[in-house]
């Protein structure tokens, strides 16, 4: 089976900008979180969608946002890019949003803010 | 709340040597416990989980680690290290929330493999 996968690997983009992040998950699998990672506040949860609806949210401002399509696929937006969301945003999907169902993760998607 | 604590951001080891990486959690219920590894420019990788059905769990690449509810620790061995190990550990616990779950990580400890 193909992993988790997610585009594009590598973004720059300036302050003030708005830029989109896509996830494909594991075939069959129907959950998606996302995750970011910087070096100072180490991996933070962001969202989990599961059958396109958000069962859970991260402490993150409203500029961070999400959405899951029928086909499980997720993207998630950043508005306003500001130089502090300049970080590793990884994706993981899993079967269900049960505890014991373990998350699988995408290679992430690199963003530098400038 | 759950929490989950690495202690030692860093910890260097001989090849050939006994790895061990520390974990302790804090969890108001029964947690699920997972041991994941990120190699450089990588996703992370699932070494281990403990799902409650026994409290010593073998993982991929000979590491094991285990669940000691008394001492609330489910630490990560591997008997030999091999320059391959080299990379970045988490632990991480799974509570539920309303009507999902959750994963909380640590912050990470960073395996250096010496000659």
């Known amino acids: 089976k193909a992993g988790v996968t997610q585009t594009p690997r590598y973004l720059i983009k300036t302050r003030g900008q708005q830029v989109t992040l896509s996830c494909s998950p594991i075939?069959?699998?129907?959950?998606v979180s996302w995750y970011q990672q910087t070096p100072g506040q180490g991996l933070q949860f962001l969202f989990e969608?599961?059958?396109?609806?958000?069962?859970n949210k991260g402490n993150f401002p409203g500029r961070f946002s999400g959405r899951q399509f029928s086909n499980s696929r997720s993207e998630m937006n950043v508005s306003t890019l500001e130089l502090g969301d300049s970080a590793l945003y990884l994706c993981a999907s899993r079967l269900s949003v049960t505890s014991a169902e373990t998350q699988y993760f995408g290679p992430g998607t690199r963003l530098l803010v400038l | 709340a759950q929490s989950v604590t690495q202690l030692g951001s860093h910890v260097s080891v001989s090849e050939g040597a006994l790895v061990l990486l520390r974990c302790n959690y804090s969890?108001?219920?029964?947690?699920?416990l997972f041991w994941y590894v990120q190699y450089p420019n990588q996703g992370l990788q699932l070494l281990l989980k403990?799902?409650?059905?026994?409290?010593l769990v073998k993982g991929i690449n000979g590491f094991e680690a285990e669940f000691k509810k008394s001492e609330t620790s489910f630490h990560l061995t591997k008997p030999s290290a091999h320059m391959s190990d080299a990379a970045e550990y988490f632990c991480a616990v799974s509570v539920p929330t309303g009507t999902a779950s959750k994963l909380t990580f640590g912050t990470g400890t960073r395996l250096q493999v010496t000659l």
């Open positions: 969890s108001s219920v029964p947690p699920y």
């Open positions: 403990y799902t409650s059905a026994a409290t």
């Open positions: 969608y599961f059958s396109e609806t958000q069962r």
């Open positions: 075939s069959g699998h129907r959950s």
